[in-house]
Nanobody, 119 residues
């Protein structure tokens, strides 16, 4: 299984970015996909998650500003980030909790994409 993420970059405060992540490989089912982030000197934390039934979960710090969604094939997840703040600066990691054919459910991680919010 591979997770390919894209969409990071430099944006001014108040700006927007959209992250994308696609899971590929021998996937039997996907329980959830989401985005975690890790700022310099801090622990990795959940930003947003979307579950197989469509329910979502957000960190309090991003509620009302970030929106997570899925593509039609449900192996792609997007994170629309609006009203970005300097404190959103972090490496964003795509996560998928899924089951491969013939295996148990596990967590998989993308390579990380840097989001920098600065004037």
């Amino acid at each position: 299984v591979q997770l390919q993420a894209s969409g990071g970059g430099l944006v001014q405060p108040g700006g927007s970015l959209r992250l994308s992540c696609t899971a590929s490989g021998s996937i039997f089912s996907i329980n959830s996909m989401g985005w975690y982030r890790q700022a310099p000197g801090k622990q990795r934390e959940l930003a947003a998650d979307i579950f197989s039934g469509g329910s979502t979960k957000y960190a309090d710090s991003v509620k009302g500003r970030f929106t997570i969604s899925r593509g039609n094939a449900k192996n792609t997840v997007y994170l629309q980030m609006n009203s970005l703040k300097p404190e959103d600066t972090a490496v964003y990691y795509c996560n998928a909790n899924l089951t491969e054919w013939g295996s148990r459910r596990n967590d998989y991680w993308g390579q990380g994409t840097l989001v920098t919010v600065s004037s």
